[in-house]
Nanobody, 127 residues
Framework: QVQLVESGGGTVQAGGSLRLSCAVS????????MGWFRQAPGKERECVAA????????YYEDSVKGRFTISRDNAKDTVYLEMNNLKPEDTAVYFC????????????????????WGQGTQVTVSS
């Protein structure tokens, strides 16, 4: 059974930082790309960052480029999302997800590319 456990969410003031972690079990973590998505109330779930299986390729949504950094530690079966200079518009529930295909050549960025999801962690940025 594949399980993803997220941690690190919370409430911060604008300009602050948070680091999200997602520990994965039940799958050969190093073989799969990972993604971080977020969903704000009334909005679609969107991919904010993704990383390929080896960590050599990344994707960032335009609004988070230069502020968020995705990384992975294949020895710990964990993916991270470092979020700096947070803005009120970053407020959302953040989800990590595992690619449905192993060893994909490109970084998957669509919701349907992923088939296992964490429970979500709330990030709230106050102005």
């Amino acid at each position: 059974q594949v399980q993803l456990v997220e941690s690190g969410g919370g409430t911060v003031q604008a300009g602050g930082s948070l680091r999200l972690s997602c520990a994965v079990s039940g799958r050969a973590f190093a073989d799969y790309a990972m993604g971080w998505f977020r969903q704000a109330p009334g909005k679609e779930r969107e991919c904010v960052a993704a990383i390929n299986w080896s960590g050599s390729k990344t994707y960032y949504e335009d609004s988070v480029k230069g502020r968020f950094t995705i990384s992975r530690d294949n020895a710990k079966d964990t993916v991270y999302l470092e979020m700096n200079n947070l803005k009120p518009e970053d407020t959302a529930v953040y989800f990590c997800a595992v690619d449905r295909l192993a060893g994909r050549a490109v970084v998957p960025i669509y919701r349907n590319d992923y088939n296992y999801w964490g429970q979500g962690t709330q990030v709230t940025v106050s102005s």
